[in-house]
């Protein structure tokens, strides 16, 4: 512990030495939130970071579905695991399935949120997940992991204990990881296209790709973007609000803290996963209460029963500068790549401002999935963002207290998001034979 406190004063002090005759920095000063923040950091080192579960092939080998793991290097080193389920043991039992013929697979990719992993599309369990219901209706499912997740904490020089394997925000995760796995799925498949369906960070991270790299448009057959997230003017998450006012312009405060790994799982999470969150609990509240807070208060939709697992697989891993990026789009009202300050601005874009994101490049036809009750996605932005785009279709869920999370863990999932998006692809397919 001694050792782990050291270093990060020992880093805070480097970095405040080496910036000294920087007059952004000097006009900076240690305010009572700095100390607090360092406080509130070092008192997270006093536990002692627990390995997280990998659950994503054990549960779909339990459920008897074949999986494949495949590994994935990214142009700046980043080493990415990505799931492969390739079949469904339904198709097996079912000689005359009306499901489409193995011999002429489609190939679907999930991509998960912030925070998050492949388990996002598998813990509500075979019949009402997404990714087994599309390998029950005869898709080649693949399923993808950012950087700094469970499944993707490796790098060919960083180690993951380095603040410099944790230097990246969403930015890099669009433009490296989702390209860089993209181009493998169909390396490995031999198609040309997939279908594309992402939550929360990963459609960020679908926006940042295709309008960065335009040419990746022609490697999507359909987009299904559940609780899109872009513009963010009226995002209503309360601590985004406040760490807006903190973190959300380029400080010394927020260069500090960038760079850094968010929320690790902990030992204490584990005992927390374990007798709060339990279905016999009686502090069962306490976990629900956390998804409430922050994806948006009094859903009715929430399955409990998967309360123990969600909690024992997230968060799943994140860097700060992540978190820092969207209060920076929060604090623009822009979506527009990582602000580092004026001076490092002129070096990384040639101008005193971060570039905005042209998202008028993005060809590809975008189904968007939103909701009311969606403290990250704001029903006023996503429709906004849909008149920027060339092609966009917007299905808002009719029931006032769907939440962010309510996309992946609902007890109605499947009849209000899941088929939805099987049978829109279905028809794509059959019209495109």
Not at 298 to 314: D, I, Q, S, W, Y
Not at 328 to 352: A, C, P, T, V, W
Not at 405 to 429: C, G, M, P, Q, T
């Amino acid at each position: 512990m001694m050792s782990s406190s050291n270093s990060l004063l020992q880093r805070l002090l480097a970095k405040q030495n080496n910036n000294s005759n920087n007059n952004n920095y000097v006009t900076q000063h240690l305010t009572w939130l700095t100390y607090l923040t360092m406080l509130l950091m070092l008192f997270d080192m006093q536990f002692k970071r627990a390995e997280a579960l990998k659950v994503t092939p054990k549960m779909i080998s339990n459920h008897n579905y074949p999986v494949e793991e495949h590994i994935v290097h990214t142009p700046d080193d980043y080493i990415l695991t990505v799931y492969r389920i390739p079949d469904s043991p339904k198709l097996r039992r079912t000689a005359n399935s009306t499901a489409i013929a193995r011999t002429s697979k489609p190939v679907v990719f999930l991509q998960h949120g912030i925070l998050c992993a492949s388990d996002d599309w598998i813990l509500n369990g075979p019949d009402t997940s997404l990714a087994y219901m599309f390998a029950d209706s005869g898709y080649d499912v693949w399923l993808g992991n950012a950087r700094g997740n469970t499944y993707s904490r490796q790098h060919k020089h960083k180690h993951p204990d380095s603040s410099d394997f944790w230097n990246f925000s969403w930015h890099e995760i669009g433009v490296y990881d989702l390209a860089s796995m993209l181009d493998y799925v169909l390396a490995v498949t031999n198609e040309t296209a997939v279908h594309f369906v992402a939550h929360s960070q990963g459609t960020t991270t679908f926006f940042v790709l295709m309008s960065t790299l335009p040419w990746y448009n022609e490697k999507v057959k359909t987009v299904h973007l559940l609780a899109p997230i872009a513009f963010m003017r009226n995002h209503s998450f309360m601590l985004s609000k406040l760490g807006g006012l903190i973190f959300g312009y380029p400080s010394f405060l927020s260069w500090v803290i960038g760079g850094m790994e968010l929320l690790p799982i902990t030992s204490v999470q584990k005992l927390l996963c374990e007798y709060v969150c339990s279905v016999e609990s009686s502090f069962r509240f306490l976990c629900s209460g956390i998804l409430d807070f922050i994806g948006g208060w009094g859903t009715r939709h929430l399955n409990h029963t998967l309360l123990p697992h969600v909690c024992e697989t997230h968060p799943a891993g994140a860097s700060t500068t992540q978190i820092i990026h969207y209060l920076q789009l929060y604090n623009s009202g822009d979506f527009r790549q990582y602000d580092h300050g004026i001076e490092l601005n002129k070096k990384y874009y040639q101008q005193e401002t971060p570039p905005s994101y042209n998202v008028h490049q993005i060809s590809s036809c975008v189904h968007m999935y939103y909701s009311n009750n969606d403290y990250m996605s704001a029903v006023e932005d996503v429709e906004y963002l849909a008149t920027l785009l060339p092609c966009a279709e917007l299905y808002r869920i009719p029931y006032e207290d769907w939440n962010h999370y309510d996309f992946l863990w609902s007890i109605n999932v499947k009849e209000v998001i899941n088929d939805r998006i099987i049978d829109k692809i279905a028809r794509h397919e059959m019209e495109n034979l």
